[in-house]
């Protein structure tokens, strides 16, 4: 317990082997576990973290029923997994929200307290004899806080060893309490029984009050007070006092013969973290709870399927039954050039935000060796890409027909194969710069800023002669680029234009002449196709190196000598 800022959750994460790799960084310590030194990964123990962070789209149930079926031992039939996770439902009092969906911040869904419930309880899969908790009340009101801490308080008495950190809990919250160990800027102020806090506390002259919270008296004592330099130097020397005193009278405490014993056991039979799964289990169960997320995502698909309906039908307006006169080849190479623009953007913005917005959820299942990269990776993009497919589709067969692109029923299958492929490549862009970018917001700034670059060097604004030396792999990278190639190359060849317009100048008749002031006169859709399949490997390829190079690393403990 302390103040914020007083080392709490630094101390949690080095205990619990969670410490973030930093250059230059060394970490220093000694972990005893009942009195013998143990490495963190000797015993089974579970971190549940300040955040809770959850799939919205899925149910408790199918949470806990994931989360069983990823990290519960091999030999346990996908029955047993189900039946543990119910029984841990009703443990933690959640059957009556078990088939509700945990929500974030835009779909209604679990409470505060029913959220942290289901993050220990997806902890508690692990079977740990060790647990660890950072702040578990911050942020819930006193019933919710009271709910969580008595669940706590009952896994406590069943055997397991409970570690939390907290900020300023009720008078019965901290009557549950065994042992405390209370911090203040990182300086260890008492370490000892709950009751004994205040023994402590009262032997250093600070008498609590009756009828008053402990926790709020200690929280007085040690926190420090920044309203005057008077205030502060007082607060601080004060807390000095208390960290010398504390030192001074500290003694280790005499260890019970059968805890050790009980230890040694617990160490014996537990091992480190290991993938429990088989990487076509994990695929499979993988690909299940992305199917879910992005199949119930309605207000998304909806958002997407009304922005692409609502595209087509402004272009289809504005190039409205085309026929072929002069001033419809412009047209139509505006319209092409649109329609590659937006099958572009739209997939890329949808998926800028993926991996950025699972990287917290997805670290925290690595780190404890849930699966491996490549089952992540590749059923995220079988759950991604049928419905990725269905928005080029809908798009075409609006603005298609409504302009009067080419006749023929084999034009417009090659018009929408272009666009869906185009619409991967797209959403393959996307998923690398995700995956790079460290936030959201840096996603949404790196994204937008390469597709600009796309468009400018997509074929229709500079001739692909003009392009300056050192600018001509741009180009080649361009998905629009190659997609409004393909897209010409399947419109105009055999179109046949009016010989005058209405100024009076019709010096294109044929389709092929339009190719060839385009620069697109040796390209092929074939060529087209292949182009665009090149984009998408290759950015498939550096999303993979990205997700695999990005697996968390944490800060080894370097033991001091005795």
């Known amino acids: 317990m302390g103040p914020s800022g007083g080392g709490k959750t630094s101390l949690l994460n080095a205990l619990a082997g969670q410490v973030p790799e930093t250059k230059g960084m060394r970490l220093q310590g000694n972990i005893r576990v009942n009195g013998q030194p143990r490495g963190t990964a000797a015993y089974k123990q579970a971190y549940v973290q300040q955040e809770d962070m959850f799939y919205a789209q899925l149910t408790v149930r199918e949470t806990l029923n994931m989360a069983a079926a990823l990290r519960l031992p091999r030999s346990m039939s996908s029955a047993e997994k189900e039946a543990a996770a119910d ?12 088939d509700t969906p945990v929500g974030d911040a835009k779909k209604r869904g679990l409470s505060g307290g029913e959220k942290k419930r289901l993050s220990i309880g997806c902890e508690l899969l692990g079977n740990p004899v060790l647990l660890f908790l950072d702040e578990p009340t911050s942020g819930l009101d006193s019933f919710a806080a009271e709910k969580v801490m008595q669940t706590l308080k009952g896994l406590a008495e ?6 939390c950190s907290i900020h300023q809990p009720r008078s019965s919250i901290f009557a549950m309490f065994d042992d405390l160990l209370i911090l203040s800027e990182g300086k260890l102020l008492y370490e000892g029984s709950a009751d004994g806090s205040l023994r402590f506390f009262e032997a250093q002259g600070h008498h609590m009050p009756e009828h008053y919270n402990p926790a709020e008296f200690i929280a007085d004592i040690i926190a420090v007070d920044p ?3 008077a205030a502060e130097q007082a607060s601080r020397k004060r807390i000095e006092e208390l960290r010398a005193a504390f030192a001074q009278q500290a003694v280790p405490r005499p260890l019970m013969p059968s805890a050790s014993s009980g230890a040694q056991a617990n160490a014996a039979s537990s091992t480190g973290s290991e993938v429990q799964c088989s990487l076509p289990t994990q695929a499979k169960l993988l690909f299940k709870r992305s199917w879910r997320q992005v199949s119930r995502d309605k207000a998304t698909n909806i958002g997407r399927a009304m922005s692409n309906v609502s595209s087509a039908i402004i272009f289809g307006g504005i190039f409205w039954r085309m026929g072929c006169s002069q001033s419809s080849i412009q047209d139509r190479m505006g319209l092409l050039q649109v329609g590659a623009i937006n099958a572009a953007m739209s997939s890329l ?3 800028l935000n993926v991996f950025p917005k699972e990287r917290l959820i997805v670290q925290r299942e690595r780190s404890k060796s849930s699966y491996g990269v490549a089952p992540y990776f590749f059923s995220k993009l079988a759950a991604e890409s049928p419905i ?7 798009f075409a067969s609006i603005v298609y027909p409504a302009s009067r692109l080419h006749p023929k029923l084999s034009r417009f299958a090659k018009f929408c194969g272009i666009l869906t492929l185009e ?29 600009v670059l796309f468009i400018v060097f997509g074929g229709y604004y500079v001739n692909a002669g003009n392009v300056p030396k050192a600018l001509r792999w741009v180009p080649s990278a361009s998905l629009i680029k190659h997609a409004f190639e393909g897209l010409c190359d399947n419109e105009f060849p055999g179109l046949r234009f009016d010989p005058k317009s209405v100024d009076g100048s019709g010096d294109i008749l044929q389709g092929e002449q339009v190719l060839q002031r385009l620069g697109f006169e040796e390209s092929t859709v074939t060529n087209t ?25 944490f800060q080894p403990m370097q033991p ?3």
Do not use: H
């Open 560 to 562: 001091i000598a005795a």
């Open 158 to 163: 069943e055997g397991c060893t409970v570690v």
């Open 349 to 351: 913005v949808k998926c």
């Open 87 to 98: 029984a841990l439902i009703r443990r933690l009092g959640l059957t009556g929200s078990a």
């Open 423 to 451: 619409s991967f490549a797209s959403t393959s862009l996307g998923l690398a710069v995700g995956a790079f970018a460290p936030s959201t917001d840096a996603a949404l700034a790196i994204g937008p800023g390469v597709m």
């Open 529 to 553: 196709l292949k182009a665009q399949t090149r984009i998408l490997l290759f950015n498939y390829w550096v999303t993979y190196c990205i997700l695999k190079a990005k697996k968390p690393k």
């Open 388 to 394: 990725g497919a269905a928005f080029p589709l809908l």
């Open 227 to 229: 309203s005057s330099l």
